[in-house]
C-alpha cells in the first residue's frame, strides 16, 4: 500500500483542457447548488440563491485557477508521487472551502453555513476532477502497454516471407530500402556498409507489405513497389510520371497516378 503513495504521479492533458475543466467544475458548483439548494438554500428566494450560489461557483473556479496555473507548476516540479497529489488535493480542497466560507459569512453576513458545509463544497470540484485525471492517466497508461511504440517494431528485424512460408528472410528494417515485385517474386533490396544487397523470394508483394505494416515508413507507392520513406531524397515529376528519387540507393522508384497525392503528403509529413 505504502508503494502505491509513493509512484510516480503526473497529470495529463493540455493547458486548453485544464482551463475547459476548471470552467465546468465552478459552473457545476453553481448549477447543483442552485438547482437543489441544499444546506439550508431552500429557504431562501430564488432571486437570494441564484447570486449566491454564482458566487459559490465565482469563488470556486478563482480558487482551482489559482492553485492549477500559479501554484501547481512551481509545486510539482520535482520527485511528485500520487502520495504528494493526494494532500495537493486535499490542500486546494480545504482552501476553496475556505475561500466559500469567508465569502459567505463576510459579504452576505448570513451565518446559514458552517465551516464544515463551506468545505464540503470545496471537495466536491476536486475530487470530482482528480477521480476524472487519475481515470485518464489509467487508460493513457493502458493504451501505452497494449500498444508498444512504433520504435520497438523498428528497432527489431522483421521476417518477410511474403506469403510462402517456405521463405524466411530476417533483415532490420532501417536496413531495406524498398521492395519489388516481377510476377510471382518478390526482391528484397537492403542498404550495408557494402553496398546494395538484393535477396529474392517467391510470394506476393501484397503479403510482404502485410508484413510490414507495423512500421509506417514502409509506403506501397505502385502495384509493384515498396518505398522506405527514410531513403526518400525527393519526388520529381508529376502526377502521371512521379517518381520517388532515393538518396542512399541511387534509384528512382516509380508513383502510381493512384498513390500521387499520398506520397506527396507522406514525404513533406516526413
Known sequence: MLNLFKKPYKEVGTPKQRIVSILVFGL???????LFRPFGLAELKTKQVFFITLGFGLVTT????????????VVTK???TFGKSLLWVTLIASSIGVANYIYITIIFLYMLYSIWTAILVGFIPVTVSYLITFNRMYRTKLEEASIPAEDVFWESDVIIRAGNPRNEVRLNPKKIAYLCSNDNYVTIVAISKDG??????????KSAEDELRKN????RCHKCFIVNLDFADRVTGHNQNMK?????????????RAKADEVNKRIKKH
Open 216 to 219: 509506417s515508413r514502409f509506403l
Open 78 to 80: 520535482n520527485n511528485w
Open 62 to 73: 478563482f480558487m482551482i485557477f489559482i492553485f492549477k496555473y500559479l501554484l501547481e507548476p
Open 196 to 205: 546494395q544487397n538484393k535477396t529474392t523470394i517467391r510470394g506476393t508483394l
Open 244 to 256: 520517388i528519387k532515393l538518396n542512399q540507393a541511387g534509384t528512382e522508384i516509380p508513383v502510381s
Open 28 to 34: 457545476f458548483i453553481f448549477l447543483f447548488l442552485f
